[in-house]
């Protein structure tokens, strides 16, 4: 795959958002033609850069993509496009199958019938529920304990029967906690409001939030604070590309991976690396725990290591939160 004549179109759906504009950025830095399709509920127009053809639309709207999939001569989707807050999904379960899950089927449905050959789904590692095993490996039961968790499972069990009948491969990347922005300083997680605890703590540690709250101190670690596998987002970016060159190179087999660093971290250790980074201390409140939360879930990744050919460029705690303060910093900038 020399020079970008050889490289199909990549329609990026939820290119707009956290996840998604850091996959663009890598495509695009690789010589990709991409194209964005977003509907800016949660992502933002400016985090589309230039380069890449960009389209305000919905990804359930199957006439839509059918169209740009013959315009552009799309040969890959990468799927970000989704609902991903849990205790949303809880209190709305039918928006998020219908967000997550029915949308996905008529993006599928479109690929499909456009002959797209490849597609790589941004999924999770609620897929697994409370593993009864940590690191938790591929093969671990799936079992979801809330809507985010199913929606995202039925969307791969129906990747794998479309795979099974279609002239399509797939990878499925489950994402454990995903932290961190662009090295150089071109996106970064931007929404208000969000819960994840890195993008929390660096809130804090730039004078918008007073403090940060810990959910629960009595889990079986050894601070008895929860552990979390961070992965760096532009590493996570780099692991689709490596995914749709596998893809393209073997069209005869799709893939689900676990995308982590199989290193967990616990919470305090999380805030002691954002002291240290910013060289002074947050404020932390105790607050009890909450319902669902795991132990510990920290990725066995021998799988993805052994598929792919990838291997972690920022996989150091301090970098992914010096990464995150520093687009935080310029989120402040930007008003």
């Known amino acids: 795959m020399q020079g970008s004549s050889s490289k199909p179109a990549v329609l990026v759906t939820g290119g707009a ?17 991409v194209v964005v399709i977003d509907n800016l509920t949660t992502g933002f127009r400016w985090a589309v ?32 496009a989704g609902s991903i807050v849990v205790p949303e999904s809880v209190a709305k379960p039918l928006e998020y199958y219908e967000n997550n899950t029915v949308k996905s089927r008529a993006l599928i449905a479109a690929a499909v019938a456009g002959g797209v050959r490849h597609f790589i789904f941004s999924s999770t590692a609620a897929t697994y529920g409370i593993p009864e095993r940590v690191p938790v490996a591929e ?33 499925a990347l489950r994402y454990f906690n995903v932290a961190g922005a662009d090295p150089e300083g071109r996106s970064g ?19 918008k939030r007073g403090h940060v709250s810990v959910f ?23 692991a689709h590309l490596r995914a749709l060159e596998r893809l393209i190179a073997e069209p005869e087999r799709s893939h689900t991976l676990n ?15 954002v002291d240290r980074v910013t060289n002074r201390p947050i404020e932390r409140r105790m607050e009890p725990r909450r319902a669902g939360d795991p132990d510990a879930l920290v990725a066995d990744n021998r799988r993805i290591l052994g598929t792919l050919d ?12 010096a990464d995150a303060l520093a687009w935080e910093r310029r989120l402040g900038e930007r008003g």
């Not at 958002?17 to 033609?33: E, N, T």
């Not at 629960?216 to 780099?238: E, K």
């Not at 995308?259 to 690396?273: I, K, P």
Request: glycine share 12%; with cysteine.
């Open 49 to 80: 850069p230039d380069a890449a053809a960009f389209v305000e639309g919905d990804v359930g709207d199957q006439a839509l993509v059918g169209r740009l999939i013959a315009e552009h001569g799309i040969g890959a989707i990468m799927h970000f």
């Open 189 to 207: 997680q931007s929404t208000a409001g969000a819960t994840h605890l890195i993008k929390v703590a660096v809130e804090a540690a730039t004078g």
């Open 310 to 321: 990838w291997r972690p460029a920022r996989a150091d705690l301090d970098t992914i939160v």
């Open 139 to 171: 093969e671990a039961p799936t079992v979801p304990i809330n809507p985010y968790g199913w929606s995202k499972l039925m969307t791969e069990r129906m990747l794998a029967d479309a795979a099974a009948a279609h002239p399509l491969n797939y990878c």
């Open 259 to 273: 995308c982590g660093y199989g290193r967990g971290f616990s919470v305090m250790e999380v805030l002691d690396s």
């Open 216 to 238: 629960g101190t009595d889990y079986a670690t050894p601070d008895g604070t929860g552990i979390r596998d961070y992965i760096h987002v532009s590493d996570l970016a780099a």
């Open 17 to 33: 958002g956290y996840i998604g504009s850091h996959a663009v950025l890598a495509l695009l830095d690789a010589g990709w033609p």
